[in-house]
């Protein structure tokens, strides 16, 4: 299915309605595809995000430890 900018302006709710049903769109703007409006898979129930590889990686960084202090010295200028 093609809508475009204008359509995704005024009709978002029909066109997510339609990626919900398994539509992908496709959304252009002048005449040129920009982007594309597809369906998220949905994750299956007995997947568990602590085995992801990602999971935990700053668990064992000493810095992190008082995360108010650590994100604090992060925000601060160099200043200060």
Same mark, same amino acid.
């Given at each position: 299915?093609?809508?475009?900018?204008?359509?995704?302006?005024?009709?978002?709710?029909?066109?997510?309605?339609?990626? $919900?049903?398994?539509?992908?769109?496709?959304?252009?703007?002048?005449?040129?595809?920009?982007?594309?409006?597809?369906?998220?898979?949905?994750?299956?129930?007995?997947?568990?995000?602590?085995?992801?590889?990602?999971?935990?990686?700053?668990?064992? $960084?000493?810095?992190? #430890?008082?995360? #108010?202090?650590?994100?604090? $010295?992060?925000?601060?200028?160099? $200043? #200060?």
């Amino acid at each position: 299915m093609k809508a475009t900018a204008k359509d995704l302006r005024f009709y978002s709710r029909e066109l997510l309605e339609s990626a $919900n049903r398994g539509e992908e769109i496709v959304i252009t703007y002048r005449g040129k595809p920009y982007a594309k409006l597809v369906p998220i898979r949905k994750r299956k129930t007995g997947s568990d995000e602590n085995n992801h590889n990602l999971f935990g990686i700053w668990k064992d $960084n000493d810095d992190t #430890e008082n995360v #108010e202090n650590y994100v604090r $010295n992060l925000r601060k200028g160099r $200043n #200060e």
